[in-house]
């Protein structure tokens, strides 16, 4: 695998990282390199990025850091916008050019990525300064993204209950469009935006806003969400342009936007080296499995089943040949091509069978395949940073992979493979425990599945009627494993031969 550099070295640097740990231009310089080891060093365990940064991109980004830096927490700007909030003036005259997008902790570990991945295209949209809800684990998952400031949502933020905002709250983007209280005189000390999946459809206008109506006028933002809601963003006609110059390879913007925004922090980073340099790193080739069962903890013989179908059927493991007689070579020369497996997933039971079947039976055609997993942990366990570390640590792994299974409707299967520009292949949600004909499909493009989109046309606006939002442009088509969502992909008069 080209990896951009030697695996086994390693040649880290002290100071100043070289050019092309910079990943062309996407990250900045001058960050503390030893303070977030993964930020540089990842590129030397990952593929060469298959998809590149625009100059556009890349001045957006810069001028997003300094935006972030003159508003961010601990300025006198975000003290006076905060005290603003605290006393409830709705005036918003003077806002010192500083408006904030507050994204608010929500649900799993792989929703929250994916919301924080759409949430900073958002604010890159609309001019806002991005502070996040740290929950009880964000500080030690990710490194500070931003050179010279913090993301983190200060603790004693004056906000009473923001925590608490739903749907039905005075401020919700739907009760104020629908009241009619955005007209050029209307004030609103915040307003909250609640595109959560199972949004209702007056909510989900908040997709179509021009920014220019009312939104401009509001000082501070605040955005709940547990799905990959950049898509949509996609339908607005007000964004078009700027996206289309940010990116023009539709089915590339979780990626270059991860690889620039979520950088482990060392605790995690560390998990993932060590892992890898125990059970990967001398292998010719790996295949990520990440499995997630929706009907219970406990093991099914149904999802074994669709796994080795799946993989059989892409010809992604090899054939278990007869019974093995004596044990295998122990030397490199005497064996075959190497193959690791890398599964994911709560129950341990999965990996064990597919391990104890090529321990049995090794490959017919001399294939040595090793199979491993990193934690079992037998349930999912919310806003606990051990169990949100290890995860994190199982994303990027996954993400190191050459190819990769996921398992449809997993926000964590999305992560795994878009972080490392893999396209999966997806296998399908069972039904009365039967494996699916077939098993798996390949995914259009390596983008997660925005689970709750819009379904009505931007230009109209007629939330109440239903419009087929897949077919609305060249590059958002309805998803493999949730007929109503919608993602991004690259339409086929452009993609690369």
Known sequence: MDTGGSRESLPFTVGEPKKYELLGGLLPPGLDDQSCDSRYQSVYYRKNMTRSPTPYLIMRLRLQETLQRRCGPGTAPY?????????????????????????????GLGNRILATVSAFLYAMLTDRVLPVDRGKALGDLFCEPFPGTTWLLPLDFPLEGYKDLGEEAAESYENVTLGNNTGPASEHRFVYIHLDH???????????????????????????TDSYIAPSFFLNP??????????????????????????PTNGVWHMVTRFYDTHLKDADEWLGIQIRVWDGDRPFQHILDQILACTAQEHLLPVPGVAARRPPPTHAAARGRSKTVLTTGLNGWYH????????????????????????????????????????????????????????????????????????????????NRVVPNPPCKRSMSMEPCNHGPPYFECTRKEYHKVFHTGNAVPHLQYCEDIPWGVKLTEPIAYKEA
């Open 352 to 431: 064990d069978s597919i391990r104890e079947m090529y321990r049995r039976s090794p490959a017919a055609n001399g294939e040595v395949v090793t199979v491993h997993q990193p934690s079992h942990e037998e349930h999912q366990r919310f806003f606990q940073v051990e169990h949100d570390m290890k995860a994190l640590a199982e994303m990027y792994l996954l993400s190191m992979t050459d190819r990769i299974v996921t398992t449809g409707w997993s926000t964590f299967g999305y992560v795994g493979a878009a972080l490392g520009g893999l396209t999966p292949y997806i296998m399908m949600k069972p039904k």
């Open 79 to 107: 003290i006076k916008a905060s005290e603003r909030l605290r006393s409830g003036l709705k005036n918003v005259d003077a806002v010192d050019g500083c408006s904030y997008l507050v994204l608010l902790s929500y649900r």
């Open 238 to 263: 007000v964004y078009q342009k700027e996206l289309d110059r940010m990116f023009p390879r539709k089915d590339s913007v979780f990626y270059v936007l991860s690889r620039y925004l979520l950088h």
């Open 198 to 224: 199972a949004a209702s459809a007056a909510n989900r206008l908040a997709y179509c806003d021009d920014h220019l109506q009312f939104l401009h006028r509001v000082q501070w933002v605040f955005l709940r």
